[in-house]
């Protein structure tokens, strides 16, 4: 069972909540929807669902439309942000809900149920009612009511955002191993790029309701196709420095610049933004060829075993990554290192042309986009 | 605030005591605040028993004969008597009264949800052009006094044939309690997340028996509430019930208020046909109790 979304675009009030999406969900596939908030991310999962009606473009199940199809009879199934349970019945009644709906035979019911709370591990709370039990189990039961039924189509909007951190992991992990085995279409929002990375399968783009970018996710990271994406899938967000190409070298500021390399030797002189992950700066150099920058501690934020450290000198502002963690007060002089055969370049438009480690021409990039 | 004022008090005051039985003195500032607390104890107890009072004598006077009741001032009954009471049930044209205000309650209980659990539904999920301000007018509705309706309610029934009949006033009270029906259900509907009904959908339920099975057991405090609100302006609304029916249907207000015979007023059947009349009404708050709090804030707590 294939999902395809067709030139979808949804208007609400005059907003453009997706605009023009096309996409292709592959049966067995895990994709992960990324984007911020009010990217469009549950917008578009309600149109994948047929909770909403795309104003213009079609939604093919199996190359049959099913646009105007309702949820009733679409095999799908959801789990929201927010723990959604029946709060009247027992555990055991909302997860057989779907089945006595698809007036399946008690016996079975009372099997699928058990076998589903078992790999949930919510079995022993199958007397209680949802709202006595912890938010982790709370939602592991929407989860058993959404994995019950042999859906084509199951939809994970943020399923972990109220949990705490370690449950989210541990669940994270368990809908990654309940996935494996079936041959249904996963789709799962998330605002975190570590998620994506985490949860593997196909990560796709959303930005401001557009979808700018779909493959696999270790491509996606690795070849961003623009600043946006570049900027989506990477926390904290990618570094972007203004910088001029002439036929020898590049030069960021009057003081920062460097010889053309080998993998940005292909560059007409120009103006270009040159990106670099905060985790490949360094304190200390790793490289002959990096590059050598002083600037002052603007904040060292510390986030469990790592640090964020926001410097910044007279042209741009940088953010490092590092692992452990390192005090420095503010306005301290440092100096930090670049790796120049680690830049992004992109065009003053936003276009990615060139990733480290691979040449990319425009075309070869918008080819990932659609495929 | 204030248990919890009363609390620290009598924590303080149980910690101290078993520790240091002999030395322990109340700090100043916890003798004074188990003062208020007395105080405030004496004070609530004094009004409820002011706002007993004409109810005891009530029930004083309905077991009293007429005799005694004009004889002089007795504060129980001397003579105890149920005769009024016989009275009241023996006689039709009495117990009649409790019969037509029970069933044009009732029907008007029914008639009320009936039609305020789709139209709040409908505010409380969907949007549509000027949905706001048709809510706000529906409870502009219970502005004008019923005396308003009167004229053009007895003038309709009447050419339709529905004068003096439970439905004439059922239909009548429907336009008080339609619109708060609608206000109450509206906010406790308005708290159960919208994810439910399309969780059910997802289930596979259609709309009708997701709405039967899932949703109305999900606000049952809510219309048990608005059920009890409905009976509460229904049951001493006196005025339009008492035009529009003569016979047939005539509520047992009307008939306590025109109960004078030849014989001057019968006190004591009066007063049993008042404590009568206060029972149904104790018998629903009773029921309803633990959600009415809830209900004056329209389901928005």
């Known amino acids: ?371 | 605030m204030t248990s919890m004022t009363q609390n620290t008090a009598s924590q303080t005051a149980g910690a101290g005591s078993t520790q240091q039985p002999k030395r322990f003195v109340l700090p100043a500032n916890a003798k004074r605040r188990v003062n208020t607390q007395r105080r405030k104890n004496i004070g609530i107890t004094a009004y409820i028993l002011f706002v007993l009072v004409p109810i005891y004598w009530l029930l004083n006077m309905s077991f009293k004969s007429n005799e005694e009741i004009l004889g002089g001032l007795t504060l129980w009954p001397q003579n105890f008597t149920l005769e009024n009471y016989q009275v009241i049930f023996s006689d039709p044209s009495w117990y009649m009264g409790y019969v037509n205000s029970m069933t044009y309650v009732s029907l008007n209980v029914i008639i009320t949800l009936m039609v305020a659990l789709p139209a709040a539904y409908a505010f409380s999920r969907y949007k549509f052009t000027g949905d706001k301000h048709l809510f706000f007018w529906l409870l502009t509705n219970r502005m004008a006094p019923p005396a308003v309706f009167l004229l053009p309610f007895f003038q309709l029934y009447s050419s339709v044939g529905l004068f003096d009949t439970h439905l004439a006033v059922a239909l009548a009270h429907c336009l008080f309690n339609v619109p708060l029906a609608v206000w109450i259900l509206e906010g406790f509907m308005s708290g159960v997340p919208r994810e439910i009904d399309e969780t059910a959908y997802i289930d596979g339920y259609k709309f009708h028996t997701f709405f039967l099975k899932i949703f109305l057991p999900l606000i049952r405090s809510g219309i048990g509430v608005t059920a009890f609100f409905c009976f509460m302006f229904s049951w001493v609304e006196l005025l339009l019930a008492r035009t529009l029916t003569s016979v047939e249907a005539k509520p047992i207000a009307a008939i306590m208020t025109r109960t004078v015979g030849a014989t001057g007023i019968d006190w004591g059947v009066l007063a049993a046909a008042g404590v009568l009349t206060i029972i149904p009404g104790l018998l629903v708050i009773w029921f309803v109790r633990n959600h009415v709090a809830k209900g004056f804030a329209l389901g928005r707590v």
């Open chain 1, 1 to 371: 069972m294939s999902l395809t979304l067709q030139n979808v675009t949804r208007i609400v009030d005059g907003e453009c909540h997706i605009d023009n999406a096309c996409l292709t969900l592959e049966p067995g596939s895990f994709n992960v929807l990324l984007g911020r908030t009010l990217a469009g991310k549950t917008s578009l999962m309600r149109l994948m669902a047929g909770l909403d009606k795309p104003t213009e473009g079609q939604v093919l199940m199996n190359g049959v439309d099913v646009t105007g199809v309702p949820v009733q009879q679409r095999n799908i199934s959801m789990v929201y942000q927010q723990f959604i349970n029946y709060p009247n019945w027992t555990v055991y009644e909302n997860i057989a809900s779907p089945l006595r709906l698809a007036k399946v035979a008690e016996g079975e019911i009372r099997k699928r149920v058990h076998e589903t709370a078992e790999m949930l591990h919510i079995d022993p709370f199958l007397e209680r009612r949802p709202l006595e039990l912890s938010g982790g189990q709370q939602q592991r039961t929407a989860m058993a009511r959404a994995l019950v039924k042999d859906a084509s189509l199951i939809l994970f909007d943020e399923p972990l955002v109220n949990l705490d951190y370690k449950l989210r992991e541990e669940l994270r992990q368990e809908i990654r191993e309940l996935l494996k085995a079936r041959n249904s279409i996963a789709v799962y929002a998330s605002t975190e790029p570590n998620e994506a990375l985490a949860l593997g399968g196909v990560t796709t783009l959303l930005h401001e309701g557009k979808v700018i970018q779909s493959g696999p996710s270790s491509e996606v990271y690795r070849y961003p196709v623009n600043i946006d994406a570049a900027e989506l899938f990477s926390e904290p967000p990618i570094n972007l420095i203004r910088g001029t190409v002439s036929e020898t070298e590049v030069t960021f500021d009057s003081t920062v610049h460097f010889p053309l390399n080998q993998d940005i030797r292909g560059l007409k002189p120009g103006e270009y933004f040159f990106g670099v992950r905060p985790s490949h700066i360094g304190l200390v150099p790793h490289n002959d060829d990096d590059l050598e920058v002083s600037v002052l501690v603007e904040l060292a934020e510390i986030s469990g075993s790592e640090t964020f450290m926001h410097v910044k000198n007279n042209h741009f502002n940088l953010v490092l990554q590092l692992s452990g963690v390192h005090e420095y007060h503010t306005d301290t002089p440092i100096k930090v290192y670049l790796p120049t055969h680690k830049l992004f370049v992109f065009d003053l438009d936003g276009r990615m042309l060139q990733a480290p480690g691979r040449l990319y021409q425009g075309d070869a990039a918008m080819e990932v986009t659609h495929g």
